[in-house]
Structure formats: C-alpha cells, structure tokens
C-alpha cells in the first residue's frame, strides 16, 4: 500500500484526544543534525489547529498518482480541534452591573466615534465595505460531520461473510438495502490481547459498497500490508477506529458503516463512494499492543565485543559497555530475541520501544519506557537517525535488537543534547509490530 493512491478510509470524524496518533512524537536522542531534517507533527500539535478537516480527505505525497485497485492506508491525523470563544466576568470585583453597563455603552461610542471620523477623513472618502475586524469570530464553529451513530451487534439483513482469518473474505451483498445501523458484530474470536484505547493495533481488510456493490480496495489485494493504528483515538473513520476497541487479537469482526460512520455526506469521489453509500467491512485483527508493551522470548546474550543488555523489565534496559573497547567504525546488530513475525521492509511503519546509551560509559539518553509510550516510525524515511533506519530493515516482528551505531550513523560531529559530539550509540530495539500506516 502507498500514500500515493485513494484509500478506504480516511481521517476520524470526532475531535482527536491528546494521546492520540504518536505519544512519543520526539525522536530518540533529539532532532536530527543538519538542515534538512524531516518534520514530524504530533497529533497534540495537529489537534489545535482549529475547524475540522473532511472526513475521507488526507494529505497525499507530491507527484503521486491516483489508482483505482491498489490498497490504501485509512489513517490521517489531520482533523483539527474545536476553537473556543473567550468571554468575560459579567459584574467584575468592585463595579456594580450598572456601571459596567455604561461603561460598555461608552466604549461602544467611543469606538465608534473613531472608526466613523477615520473613515470620513481617509482620502475624503467612506469606506462602506468595512466590518469590524472580529465579526467573523463571534461566529460559532460549524461541524461538517454528522453524529455517529451507536454501534449495534445486528440489524435486520447484515451481509453474508465466507472465508478464513487471515485471507480474504468474500461478502455477499443482500437484495434489499441496509436498515442504516452502525453494526460491528464479532464472526469468529481470538485467543490474543484486547484491543483498548491507545493500543497499537494492526489489521488486515476486506471492503465492499452495499449500495452499489462494488468492491473497495483490499489490504489482501496486491501484496498489500496490513494497516497499524491507535485504535479509539479518531485517526481513522469509525467504522475502523471505533470496530476494533474491545475486541481481541485474532477476531474476524463484520462492519456495516452508514455513511455517518464512514466517509459522511461528502463520500469519496476518488473512489467511487457516494454521499449516501452504506459500506461493508471484514477486519482481521492481527495484533494488538498497549503504548508499554514489550517483546518476549529466549535470550541470546550479545558476543563479548558486544555492550552487555540487562533486561530491566519494562524499565530502560541496562547497557554496560566492554571496557577499553575502541569507538565503532561501522553499524553492528545483534538479535537479542528472535521475533516469528515478518521481516520489515524499507518504508513500512514500525512500533518500537527503545533505549539509548552512550557507547563509551554505557550512560542511558532516552528511553521510550520511561515514558510508557510506544514510538513509531516509517523505516528509510529519514525520520530517525541512519542507524535506526539501516539497522532495524530485514529484522523480523516480535525481535529485540542490539544496534552499535558509529558516531557517523548517529548524531556525528554536533551531537544532540546529552549526545557529545562524535559519540557512538547503543540502542536496544523491541519491534512490536510493523505495516501500512
């Protein structure tokens, strides 16, 4: 799945909550040396912009290219927080309600006193095209998204779902329409973790349009990646987001979104979605991970030229280093857990749990455990240092790495905060899950 192409979903339809998207929005160590670093916005920043953003709509890479059967992302954090409206103390300490009636009387004639001379004596003429300038801000806010509805477990006709987890399903489409309810009923249950608020949670998808019949891109479709997301926190439409919440790791879940649930009144035109279309889900729950989650599995200890690793539970690992050792000159890795899941590729997005120590003294920098938040990141994106960017492509899912990164893959010869200049890193690496995002 890439950017560059329509997707089957889009962003939330509610007001993001502050932990939504990426809670460890910082980069391990700090921003990247030199001018040309990438940028990541967190969702805390994104969330107070003010309006809303249209459901459906998300940013597309420059010069990208639109098709009609490639699988697409749904996640997009580009909805905007509610602005508020400041008001003021109706009877201030000190001023009884008659005075401060006057007073706003007088300063009313006052300003409008000015505002009439300025316009009588500007170029000895009226300007009768000007408003006050904060008119427009006494406008209360207009949402654009109509309510969702609640989620129900059945309705009078629900479609017809054949197929295995983990394959793509087939879906018949009924005769009659849809009762327009938001149902989310639960085909067969998994034995994995739930999914809560927050948890970093990847899923694989089948789609069709009950209105029209027709088929929505697959996530199974064309080498396709599953799609990771914070489930609950509106980065996605809610018939995806708010589907997931509850249910376990494992579980094929049937959807029936109305288009309150989905793209709204406005559909998705790229697609071929009307305004009035009623949409069709198959999810597969692949895994699901809490922002403090960590991998588990037998230990290989590191070689002796190796920094040793303490597994500190879900506190930062401690890092001894080898005494005497001479600084790195190339990127090392060593598996310290051995993951079962897939190998991640070169742009996938990752959830990772990390920490940072310096090479020479084993002294710790950054860790997202101490902050009991999961970071993400596309791999090869420039994003991260190179070392993390090299280091972590081909690793399996579910794997913790050692890396022992030179000063050159790291921060070099500037340095960053508690990183000296020309220092090597050590990071112990957990890769909890990997995918479309």
Same mark, same amino acid.
């Given at each position: 799945?890439t950017?560059?192409?329509?997707?089957?979903?889009?962003?939330?339809?509610a007001a993001?909550?502050?932990?939504?998207?990426?809670?460890?929005?910082s980069?391990?160590?700090?921003?990247l040396?030199?001018?040309g670093e990438?940028?990541?916005?967190?969702p805390s920043?994104?969330?107070?912009q003010?309006?809303?953003?249209q459901?459906g709509?998300?940013?597309?890479?420059s010069?990208?290219?639109?098709?009609?059967?490639?699988?697409?992302?749904?996640?997009?954090?580009?909805?905007?927080?509610?602005t508020s409206e400041a008001?003021y103390?109706e009877?201030?300490?000190?001023v009884g309600?008659?005075?401060?009636?006057l007073?706003?009387?007088?300063a009313v004639?006052l300003?409008?006193?000015?505002?009439t001379?300025y316009?009588?004596?500007?170029d000895g003429k009226s300007?009768t095209a000007?408003?006050p300038?904060?008119?427009?801000?006494?406008?209360p806010?207009?949402?654009t998204?109509?309510p969702?509805?609640?989620?129900?477990?059945?309705?009078?006709v629900l #479609?017809? @779902?054949?197929?295995?987890?983990? +394959?793509?399903?087939? /879906?018949?489409v009924p005769?009659e *329409?849809?009762?327009?309810s938001?149902?989310?009923?639960?085909?067969?249950e998994g034995?994995g973790?739930?999914v809560?608020?927050?948890?970093w949670?990847?899923?694989d998808y089948?789609?069709k349009?009950?209105?029209?019949g027709k088929?929505?891109p697959s996530?199974y479709?064309?080498?396709?990646k599953?799609?990771?997301f914070q489930?609950g926190?509106?980065?996605?439409?809610p018939?995806?987001d708010q589907a997931v919440?509850?249910?376990?790791?494992?579980?094929r879940?049937?959807?029936?979104a109305?288009p309150a649930a989905?793209?709204?009144?406005?559909g998705?035109a790229d697609?071929s979605i009307?305004a009035?279309?009623?949409?069709i889900?198959?999810?597969?729950?692949?895994n699901a991970?809490a922002?403090?989650?960590?991998?588990s599995g037998?230990v290989?200890?590191?070689p002796a030229d190796? #920094?040793? @690793?303490?597994d500190?539970?879900? +506190?930062?690992a401690e /890092?001894?280093?080898v005494?005497? *050792?001479?600084d790195p000159?190339?990127l090392?890795?060593?598996?310290l857990?051995?993951?079962t899941?897939?190998?991640?590729?070169?742009?996938?997005?990752?959830?990772?749990?990390?920490?940072?120590?310096?090479f020479?003294d084993?002294?710790?920098?950054?860790?997202?455990?101490?902050?009991?938040q999961a970071?993400?990141?596309?791999?090869?994106g420039?994003q991260?240092?190179?070392?993390?960017d090299?280091?972590?492509v081909?690793?399996?899912v579910g794997s913790?790495?050692?890396?022992v990164?030179?000063?050159?893959?790291?921060?070099?010869?500037?340095?960053?905060?508690?990183?000296p200049p020309?220092?090597p890193?050590?990071f112990v690496?957990?890769?909890?899950?990997?995918g479309?995002?």
């Amino acid at each position: 799945m890439t950017e560059k192409t329509p997707s089957p979903g889009g962003a939330g339809t509610a007001a993001n909550d502050s932990s939504a998207g990426d809670p460890a929005a910082s980069r391990p160590g700090g921003p990247l040396p030199g001018d040309g670093e990438s940028i990541v916005v967190p969702p805390s920043i994104l969330k107070q912009q003010a309006g809303w953003a249209q459901p459906g709509e998300q940013p597309r890479a420059s010069g990208g290219t639109k098709t009609d059967d490639t699988p697409q992302i749904f996640a997009s954090t580009v909805r905007r927080g509610d602005t508020s409206e400041a008001g003021y103390d109706e009877n201030p300490p000190g001023v009884g309600r008659l005075g401060v009636i006057l007073g706003t009387v007088l300063a009313v004639l006052l300003a409008g006193s000015a505002v009439t001379l300025y316009l009588v004596n500007k170029d000895g003429k009226s300007d009768t095209a000007a408003k006050p300038a904060d008119a427009a801000k006494s406008a209360p806010p207009t949402p654009t998204a109509d309510p969702v509805p609640p989620i129900k477990d059945s309705a009078k006709v629900l #479609p017809t @779902v054949t197929g295995d987890f983990g +394959k793509k399903a087939e /879906i018949q489409v009924p005769g009659e *329409a849809s009762d327009g309810s938001f149902v989310v009923k639960v085909l067969t249950e998994g034995t994995g973790p739930k999914v809560d608020k927050n948890s970093w949670t990847s899923v694989d998808y089948t789609a069709k349009d009950w209105t029209t019949g027709k088929d929505i891109p697959s996530s199974y479709d064309n080498n396709g990646k599953p799609q990771i997301f914070q489930a609950g926190t509106d980065a996605l439409i809610p018939a995806l987001d708010q589907a997931v919440v509850g249910k376990k790791a494992g579980s094929r879940v049937l959807v029936v979104a109305p288009p309150a649930a989905a793209f709204g009144s406005q559909g998705k035109a790229d697609m071929s979605i009307g305004a009035k279309d009623d949409l069709i889900f198959v999810i597969d729950i692949r895994n699901a991970n809490a922002p403090d989650s960590m991998v588990s599995g037998t230990v290989t200890p590191p070689p002796a030229d190796f #920094p040793q @690793v303490k597994d500190n539970g879900k +506190k930062p690992a401690e /890092i001894t280093p080898v005494a005497g *050792a001479k600084d790195p000159t190339e990127l090392k890795s060593h598996v310290l857990i051995k993951g079962t899941g897939p190998a991640v590729e070169k742009g996938e997005k990752v959830v990772v749990q990390y920490t940072g120590a310096l090479f020479k003294d084993g002294k710790m920098f950054d860790s997202s455990l101490s902050k009991g938040q999961a970071f993400s990141f596309p791999v090869g994106g420039g994003q991260v240092i190179q070392g993390w960017d090299q280091g972590l492509v081909g690793q399996t899912v579910g794997s913790r790495v050692e890396l022992v990164i030179p000063a050159a893959l790291a921060y070099g010869d500037k340095g960053q905060g508690d990183i000296p200049p020309g220092a090597p890193l050590v990071f112990v690496v957990d890769i909890l899950d990997a995918g479309q995002g």
